[in-house]
């Protein structure tokens, strides 16, 4: 028995983090003339982390206090929903188990897709809402009645390389309020309107790792125990010359060219994790580029053309290059026109076509 | 910017609001700004109004003056309590009793004192919210030092016998100290008669302003200060008073000595059981808790099979009724109730839990408006479940 019908203004869920952006994006909700409601997840237990450690990631307690200022100065109703169990099967334990197999895994997507574009899709229903909105950086354009999630106005922030999970069906019940702004622009609005968040630098890395480090982070998660079976060898990519020993293949990421320890005096690439065999294949620069790459869990929101040639981004700040994509087998092979730098297992290929987000998977070779 | 809200206000056990007639008082109180404990004329006027609130007080719970200590409210009062008796006599007596539904500031002092070597008998509850006195009769003994049970509760309103624990107390010994947050304006409350050692309030709970509480200790009981400082309340808590919410304290009592406050319990009572018996009737599978245990009149604790409570609260706020899941100071925290999982309800059953209590204020057409919401929410949310189920399935 919905009361969304009878309702004067559409009503709005609007993700906060505490960040300038979901904040400006909730008060142009509001002047947009939307009944708004505030909401930050609550995903992880920080009473057991230092007050100041969160300071400038993307979801710590201190955050939690900026979005309810936020919330109080807007004058929106504001509500911190427990997501800790369901952020910790779907995003922190995928998280770790992809470092203990040697891939560089990327998190936000997965928070995206199980957090963000579920259960909060799924608590927008439950509180009577028209639609769902964040500050991501990105844009819901339509086309023949049809509408498709595109890149955002500002290129270097654009986010919707984090969104290609997103089911079409519920694209409609979306609103990014910042994706035609400029990031500049954004923080000018801010200010504007005397937000606290106006000059809160921006979020830099994973979130629940922190100032601890990525070693230390799984460290914790898995044990002690668990690491030390996780070295090996670092041997030289093709030929297999032993060259010393590691500490951990969680510690390494493809095309990496630091933090070896080794004593020579050559420029080293981690070409290639081996998590079966422990090894950590380095080598010159050159090996790092490839053609091809596999997807798994292909996720597409249009029809493909195996003919056509998409541009196709393979990590977060990579501009993308153009790139056919064909069925093959279970997943999906992607052959670029061009070599690719340090293809990344782990981290996803995502597809476009101009501007429009066609979909993407997770790279397995 | 002070928000202001537009609703039914229905959570009194977290807090009530300020008396219509404190808005009179409290602005003539606040030209009494000397410090009590000055020397000059400025103390007169404010020593006078804590000298007039002691004694109100003191009047109304059947006690003396003196044995009364103002403090900042009933989580001070517990810590100052329970730390102080493990310091006067825990070599002799390092054996407490507290029971398992009791507020976090008397469970976290409890567990403080713990550390420091104390034994901690919690004394369960059964599904009723009722207190398992033989477990009391079992544990105590010539080692206990202090018996800690609140006379209600304030999640399901279950008023606990702590006269019959006064009186086991007696037998070997041991000291009683009872959390009264919840009595004071909504049960009759005559310590005398109840006959504990000490008992601990907060003004906020009685309709009188935020930050300003007291705890009685009775004459010969052993006290010592949590605060260092001055020598305000004969040493027993330093730091200047809080002369607004002491006189507001003090003029509540005045005001409830002089009301017919039990009538007002009873017309509350009745609106409660009428709201329930309607609740129960109109949507199913709701189930109120600890209703065949001896409870507040004004307060009615209920869990509804398969609604995330979380979810409900919001969905009742956007609609104005300000309602609780449990208790005030647990919201945000996502573990379940300890109130609820000690009386034997499941995690996920704790997880449905929706606490409404009434006030002095409350109307029933209010009520009527409530149940008709509630009714609506809950029908709409399994509704939405069942779709969800069918296109899984």
Not at chain 2, 121 to 135: A, M, R, T, Y
Request: with cysteine; proline share 3%.
């Amino acid at each position: 028995m919905s009361q969304s019908n009878m309702r004067a203004k559409k009503r709005v869920l609007v993700a906060m983090s505490g960040g300038v952006d979901s904040s400006v994006a909730a008060a142009l909700l509001v002047d947009q003339g939307y009944e708004v409601i505030g909401a930050t997840m609550q995903v992880w237990d920080y009473s057991q982390c230092d007050i100041e450690e969160g300071n400038g990631t993307c979801c710590s307690s201190l955050d939690v206090d900026d979005a309810r200022s936020v919330a109080d100065k807007i004058k929106i109703p504001f509500y911190v929903i427990n997501c800790e169990s369901k952020f910790k099967e779907s995003v922190i334990d995928p998280f770790v188990a992809d470092y203990m197999k040697g891939q560089t895994p990327l998190p936000c997507v997965n928070c995206n897709t199980y957090l963000k574009f579920d259960h909060l899709i799924h608590k927008m229903r439950e509180l009577d809402c028209d639609y769902l909105a964040t500050g991501h950086y990105a844009q819901i354009q339509t086309e023949n009645g049809k509408s498709f999630i595109a890149t955002s106005v500002d290129d270097w922030k654009d986010q919707t390389y984090f969104l290609f999970t997103t089911n079409s069906e519920i694209i409609p019940k979306l609103l990014f309020p910042i994706g035609h702004l400029q990031k500049p622009d954004v923080r000018k609005i801010a200010e504007e309107k005397g937000l606290i968040v106006a000059k809160k630098k921006d979020s830099q890395g994973i979130c629940f790792v922190g100032n601890q480090g990525y070693g230390n982070f799984i460290e914790s998660q898995v044990g002690k125990k668990a690491l030390d079976e996780m070295r090996g060898l670092f041997r030289r990519y093709p030929n297999g010359e032993v060259m010393g020993e590691h500490k951990g293949i969680h510690h390494y990421t493809y095309g990496q060219s630091k933090g070896f320890g080794l004593d020579h005096h050559e420029k080293m690439f981690v070409i290639k994790v081996d998590a079966d065999t422990k090894t950590v294949w380095l080598g010159d620069e050159s090996y790092l580029f490839g053609h091809d790459l596999t997807l798994r869990d292909m996720k597409l929101m249009d029809q493909l053309d195996e003919e056509q040639i998409y541009n196709v981004k393979i990590r977060y700040q990579h501009k993308g290059a153009p790139a056919k994509i064909k069925k093959d087998g279970n997943g999906f092979k992607v052959s670029f026109v061009d070599k690719q730098r340090a293809i990344t297992p782990g981290q996803a290929a995502v597809i476009y076509k101009d501007k429009k987000l066609i979909g993407g998977g997770w790279i397995v070779v | 910017m002070i928000n202001t809200f537009d609703g039914v206000y229905l959570d009194h056990n977290a807090t009530t609001p300020v008396d219509p007639s404190l808005f009179e008082h409290v602005p003539s109180w606040m030209s009494q700004f000397g410090n009590p404990s000055s020397i000059h004329q400025a103390s007169r006027g404010p020593r006078t109004l804590i000298r007039e609130a002691r004694a109100h007080l003191a009047a109304s719970l059947n006690v003396s003056p003196l044995e009364l200590v103002f403090n900042s409210g009933a989580s001070e009062g517990n810590n100052t309590i329970i730390k102080a008796i493990w310091d006067r006599r825990g070599k002799e007596r390092p054996e407490f009793l507290c029971s398992a539904v009791e507020h976090p500031s008397a469970m976290k002092a409890m567990q403080a004192i713990q550390k420091k070597g104390a034994t901690v008998h919690w004394i369960p509850v059964n599904k009723n919210g009722e207190l398992d006195l033989k477990f009391v009769e079992q544990h105590l003994s010539a080692k206990t030092a202090l018996i800690s049970v609140m006379s209600a509760n304030n999640e399901t309103g279950t008023l606990f016998p702590v006269a019959n624990l006064v009186e086991m107390a007696k037998n070997v010994g041991a000291l009683v100290h009872s959390d009264c947050v919840q009595m004071f304006g909504k049960h009759q409350l005559d310590l005398k008669k109840l006959g504990v050692d000490y008992a601990t309030f907060s003004g906020h709970k009685f309709y009188s302003l935020k930050g300003a509480g007291f705890m009685y200790a009775k004459k010969t009981a052993p006290l010592e200060n949590l605060i260092d400082g001055g020598a305000q309340e004969r040493f027993r808590r330093g730091g200047t008073e809080n002369t607004l919410g002491i006189a507001a304290m003090g003029h509540m009592a005045q005001k409830m000595a002089a009301m017919n406050l039990n009538a007002k319990l009873v017309e509350l009572g009745q609106m409660r059981d009428q709201m329930e018996a309607r609740l129960v009737a109109e949507i199913p599978e709701l189930h109120i808790t600890a209703q065949g245990a001896p409870r507040l009149t004004n307060t009615s604790h209920m869990l509804i099979a398969g609604i995330d409570a979380e979810t409900l609260l919001i969905n009742l706020d956007l609609d104005g009724f300000f309602v609780s899941t449990g208790a005030a100071c647990s919201s945000g925290n996502p573990e379940p109730s300890p109130v609820l999982l000690a009386m034997g309800f499941t995690r996920s059953e704790a997880q449905t839990s929706l606490r409404v209590s009434l006030g002095w204020s409350t109307k029933a057409a209010d009520l009527e408006k409530f149940v008709q919401r509630l009714k609506e929410i809950v029908s709409r949310l399994r509704q939405m479940k069942k779709d969800l189920d069918n296109v899984t399935v």
